[in-house]
């Protein structure tokens, strides 16, 4: 079930920080408080059933230099909000609802944008073993053999080891719909990039540290079950924090 949010009915360009996925956080935080769902998903660390991304406009630019903090956004702004717990959904929408009538809306700074559309998404129900996909933003994924400390090895890409990479990712997808579910389902996921140049790797600003992460198109190959599941909720790690969501290109 997905759900897409656009903030703004006119262009306005704007400079905000490369870390702005804190922003887009701290407004989910306020949508789950409309609705009163805010507790429960919010009072201890745990496993967020949702991801989401956001399209930061037509003017959107990084600066190439490494060390300038802003980037360059222009509304209107959108942002697709995805989940397979319809309560978790309801709540959303309900919140977003609330928080539309009171004129509210998304923060960058001393910028607000107000809540200007809601927009439910086609249902795409995913039968097959097999599916072509697009990554909306940037997949994390981080090997819990290895230590935090160690920034290489900690995070892993495609680009690095993909039969590693395979592993780590079966065992953090499996750990997650174990988590989510409360069940547990055997089958195996494989990943496959669709050509040498089809995964980039990117270092990315993130509560005043960094992550290494990849972005691109792939197949996943896995349980129809499994597949649906990682279109629902993202796939990798920190999804509740604006990482992993991904679009169907091919069935």
């Not at 201890?44 to 956004?73: M, Q, W, Y």
């Not at 065992?171 to 494989?190: A, D, F, N, S, V």
Request: aromatic share 14%.
């Amino acid at each position: 079930m997905r759900l897409k949010v656009t903030f703004g009915d006119r262009e306005e360009i704007i400079e905000i920080s490369r870390d702005y996925r804190r922003f887009l956080i701290s407004f989910i935080k306020s949508v789950f408080a409309q609705s009163g769902k805010y507790e429960a998903l919010y009072s201890k660390k745990n496993l967020k059933p949702f991801t989401f991304s956001v399209f930061l406009g037509e003017r959107f630019t990084i600066p190439e230099e490494a060390d300038k903090e802003k980037i360059t956004v222009s509304s209107p702004f959108h942002l697709i909000f995805s989940t397979g717990d319809l309560e978790i959904f309801s709540s959303f929408y309900n919140g977003l609802l609330d928080m539309k009538k009171k004129g509210l809306g998304l923060s960058f700074g001393n910028s607000i944008f107000p809540i200007s559309g809601l927009f439910l998404n086609r249902f795409i129900k995913i039968g097959g073993s097999s599916a072509v996909f697009k990554s909306l933003g940037i997949c994390i994924l981080t090997n819990p053999e290895e230590k935090a400390k160690d920034f290489r090895r900690w995070y892993i890409t495609p680009k690095d080891d993909l039969e590693k990479f395979n592993y780590v990712l079966n065992l953090r997808m499996h750990q997650k719909y174990e988590l989510l579910t409360g069940r547990r389902l055997q089958t195996e996921i494989e990943f496959i990039p669709l050509g040498d140049d089809s995964i980039k790797e990117i270092c990315v600003r993130h509560y005043n540290g960094y992550l290494r992460g990849f972005k691109g198109q792939f197949i996943l190959r896995s349980h129809p079950e499994m597949l649906q599941f990682i279109y629902d909720y993202g796939l990798g790690v920190r999804t509740g924090q604006g990482f992993g969501l991904l679009e169907v290109v091919g069935m």
